[in-house]
């Protein structure tokens, strides 16, 4: 149902590595392609996890041939998700489903969103603007600084961050691949791109 794409210097981090994460498919019912982008990966102990090598590749060109090799599986996935290497997931207390990977797959399929993601920790001042923040499943909306009205686990926002997001296959062909015209200026251009397009398509 899923598959999980990110860049990296060279093999799965362990921390992604675990069952508890995406190290094990029949755990997370999912598929792993990874960007090796410093040197290959010949790791072949994780059956569902294919390595590509781009040597120097810019994140949002690493994460268009993550895409289209995905697509040009013969299986079609319902969620493809694109996220950093170094993301770790939190639960909120209040869930029924104490891993988040789960609880988030979980959420995926109840609720087939075009895109989703996770509200985010550790990047300072930023957090309190609440333009930034998705509330999802994850952390408590006083940790982010975020005054919502609404109780639900679950809020619309046009700003996302491109750490972690889940892009439905009907909604993946409208929104990707990145736009990377101007990936030698800026690293992060190609998300903005994303969200505007998002926003315009799916508001």
Not at 133 to 156: A, Q, R, V, W
Not at 179 to 196: G, P, Y
Request: with cysteine; glycine share 4%; proline share 4%.
């Amino acid at each position: 149902k899923f598959v999980y794409m990110m860049n990296t210097e060279q093999c799965l981090p362990d921390h992604l590595a675990s069952s508890e994460a995406i190290g094990n498919a029949t755990a997370c019912d999912c598929e792993v392609m990874e960007l090796s982008y410093k040197r290959p990966c010949n790791d072949t102990s994780l059956r569902h996890v294919e390595y590509l090598y781009g040597p120097s590749t810019s994140v949002g060109i690493g994460r268009n041939m993550l895409y289209e090799a995905a697509m040009a599986r013969d299986q079609r996935f319902l969620y493809y998700i694109i996220m950093d290497d170094d993301v770790q997931l939190e639960a909120k207390d209040t869930l029924k489903i104490p891993n988040p990977w789960r609880a988030f797959e979980r959420s995926l399929l109840l609720y087939e969103p075009a895109v989703a993601g996770s509200t985010w920790k550790g990047y300072g001042k930023l957090g309190e603007d609440c333009l930034w923040c998705l509330k999802t499943i994850f952390s408590d909306k006083e940790n982010l600084g975020c005054k919502f009205s609404s109780s639900s686990d679950f809020i619309p926002v046009v700003h996302f961050d491109a750490a972690f997001s889940a892009f439905h296959r009907r909604a993946a062909a409208h929104i990707l691949p990145y736009v990377t015209t101007f990936e030698n200026i800026s690293a992060v251009f190609h998300q903005k791109i994303v969200l505007m397009k998002a926003e315009i398509m799916f508001r």
